[in-house]
Each structure stands twice: as C-alpha cells, then as structure tokens.
C-alpha cells in the first residue's frame, strides 16, 4: 500500500506542477479500468479464489515545447482483490526528450520495445517485467535510463545507459498464475555487489534495407531474468529467491515483407547465467486480405521457439511449435481477435491463449482474454498452472 500511496502523491504533485509552469498547455490522457478474472478449475493452493477484481488508471500528461523538445509523465497503478502483490503502483514513463533532424536524446524512466515475433519475445532486454500484470510478459516497468539516438542514412545507432535496476514482479501467495513456491522478492540477490544501481549498458543498431527490417544490439549488465533458487526463509518455509546474475547478451531481431508473407526471426547468445547459451523464435504470418468478400484480413501465424539450455532455461518455451490466428475486422470499433496455440515438442504441454478487443463509442474499450493449459506433467515449468485455465475481461474508460 504504501506504493500505491507514491503513486498517488506522485500524480498529485507532477499535476499540479505542470499546470503552473505550463498554463493549460499540458495534453491530458489516459484511461481507468475495470477487471474481472474468472478461473475454471478450484484453486491448487491454499488462499486462492476462484474469481478476483481490481482498477487500475494509467493517466498521462504530455507537453511538447517549440522545437520539438517535450516532456511526458505515464504513472500506472492497479488495487486487486486477491492478491497483495498485485495491488501496485509504477512510474511507466517520467522522462525529457530533445529532438534534432540527426539525433534524439531521453532522459529519465521511459518504455523501449524491440523485437518481431507475435508470441514470444526473445530479444526486448531494456525494459524489466511485470509479471503481475499479465503472464505473457508483455506489460513492462518503467526503466531509468539515458537513450541517445543517432539518424544517419545508413541506418539507426543507440546508445543506452541504464543506472538503476528494476526487480520483477511476482504474484503473492493469494495470487493465481503463481509458482509452487512463492517468489520472496525482498530477499533478491545480485551477482553484482553494487545490486540494483550496477550501471547497465546496451548499444543497438537498425536500418531498413527494402522489405527487409532488422536490427543488432549488445546489452551488458544485470540480467532480467532471474534464476530463482530454492532455499529455506526465516520461520523454515521453502520459498524461491530470485538471483539476478550480470550477463553479456547479443542478438538480433529481422522483418522481411514478401507480398501477402511476412517473416520474423528473433535470436540472442548469452553469456554469464551459468553456461552460454544461444535462443531464437521465428517464423512467418501469411495474410488474407478481404476474406468471404468482407473487409475482414485473416493472418495464420507459425512460429517456433528454442533454448539451448533445454529443460533447465529460466523460459517454459525452449523447444514449442506454436500456430496463431490474427482477425482484423476492420471495422469502425477496431474489432480485433488473436489467437495462439502453444505445442511442447518433447512434452504433451499444450497451451491456448486468446486475446479480443472491441471498441464501443470513442471512450469505451472492452477486452477479453482466455488461457488453457492442458497435459501438463509433472516437472514442467509451468506444472503449477495446471489449474489455472481463465477468463480476464477488462472494461477501459479512456479519456
């Protein structure tokens, strides 16, 4: 609670700030929300439900000065019903940005994406995630940093410096979607003496050649993903202790457009997590366009992802097939429907997973999410969800 009381306060303070040294000039957005989880199966834990509900607001003032240079405030924060560690508060995006026709510079807490495929992300290192937010690991924290960008015609040159380090998230003890073992965050360990203010460094290149996109970076610092170690805490409970091992990691992420096809290949090899390790996901989407004569685009996507280090990769995704479906409807409320399939080659895991959006006037958006996990033995990283098949609906008042 008491982050959620920062938040707040922080919101409070920036707003009035920025109405006295701006005179009305600050663009005011944003959206609050309502969520409701349902799950299929009783719990597996004790002190779960089966159904939760929370808010969530994510506001957000923007100012942009003559010359371009501008200034943005992104704070989010969310109150949950089940579970405590849900209930939290982030500064997603706090930061200045300078613009010129040959470079960009940002400074302060800022969002930055990098990668190609639909479903599972290889190579987006900067930004650390909120797993409590939602468990395809695509909702991130805020990240402090400074980001030099550098525009030249032969492509894009950046420049990171990333001061200060961000833990992940994790579900509470009343929390579904969790681990067998509950995730003790404040107690985190670092290889690096210097813990969560180790200086963290990347550098990345991206150019646009044709129909071919791509980009090559090298990242080196304090991993963002923890090897989470088993031990015994304080009053002789087992619990998980996330370790966060500074790494040396480079990769790649391409795009090539090829008529109705698109293809996707994200790659890394790492260095400093116990053994090197190399991982990459690929594959293409094919579009239909104009389906049953309707205004309707059908995307069938196939993907593959793969880890060297097998069964024991810090990922559930480390030798899966996946097959997906995108509909884009096309229509004034900007329908849209993704679906995806997750097949375990050397296991029976299967998991199914759909996404759906549909706006309704020009403030309200309503949001459904649905996930399955079937055939899962005993062993599998994700053993733990086998009772975790749901429901999420969502219902945003964007303003």
């Given at each position: ?226 090897t989470l170690i088993p031990v015994i805490d304080a009053i002789g409970q087992p619990v998980l202790i996330p370790y966060y091992e500074q790494i040396n990691q480079a990769g790649t992420d391409l795009q090539l457009v090829a008529g109705e096809w698109l293809w996707k290949l994200e ?132 303003f």
């Amino acid at each position: 609670m008491k982050a959620l009381r920062t938040f707040f306060i922080s919101v409070l303070l920036v707003t009035m700030l920025l109405a006295s040294s701006t005179a009305g000039s600050v663009e005011f957005s944003g959206y609050v929300a309502a969520e409701a989880s349902l799950f299929v199966h009783d719990p597996t834990f004790p002190g779960q439900t089966r159904h939760s509900a929370s808010m969530a607001a994510q506001p957000e003032f923007y100012h942009e000065w003559d010359g371009g240079t501008s200034f943005i405030f992104v704070p989010f924060g969310r109150l949950d019903s089940a579970d405590s560690q849900r209930s939290h508060a982030d500064i997603r995006e706090l930061n200045m940005l300078w613009i010129d026709d040959s470079w960009e510079i940002r400074i302060g807490i800022a969002k930055v994406f990098w990668g190609a495929t639909e479903f599972v992300h290889l190579v987006d290192i900067i930004n650390q995630t909120d797993i409590v937010e939602s468990i395809d690991a695509e909702v991130k924290l805020g990240q402090p940093m400074g980001h030099l960008t550098l525009l030249r015609d032969w492509g894009v040159a950046e420049v990171f410096i990333l001061p200060y380090f961000r833990e992940r998230t994790f579900p509470g003890v009343n929390g579904r979607l969790r681990t067998a073992l509950i995730v003790d965050t404040d107690h985190a360990r670092y290889e690096s003496g210097d813990r969560q203010r180790h200086i963290d460094f990347s550098a990345r290149y991206s150019h646009t050649i044709g129909d071919l996109d791509f980009g090559l970076y090298y990242f080196t610092g304090t991993s963002r993903d923890p090897t989470l170690i088993p031990v015994i805490d304080a009053i002789g409970q087992p619990v998980l202790i996330p370790y966060y091992e500074q790494i040396n990691q480079a990769g790649t992420d391409l795009q090539l457009v090829a008529g109705e096809w698109l293809w996707k290949l994200e790659a890394l090899y790492r260095t400093g997590q116990d053994d090197s390790f190399t991982a990459a996901t690929g594959g293409f989407e094919y579009s239909f366009i104009g389906i049953a004569e309707s205004a309707m685009d059908l995307g069938v996507i196939a993907e593959y992802a793969y880890d060297s280090r097998g069964s024991s990769a810090t990922t559930p995704f480390q030798n899966d097939a996946i097959l997906g479906l995108r509909l884009a409807v096309n229509d004034i409320n900007d329908s849209t429907l993704l679906a995806g399939w997750f097949q375990d080659v050397q296991s029976p895991t299967k998991i199914f997973q759909l996404e759906a959006s549909r706006r309704f006037g020009e403030q309200f958006k309503a949001s459904l999410e649905a996930r399955t996990f079937k055939d899962l033995p005993q062993g599998d990283p994700i053993y733990s969800l086998r009772n975790d098949d749901h429901f999420k609906f969502e219902l945003a008042y964007y303003f």
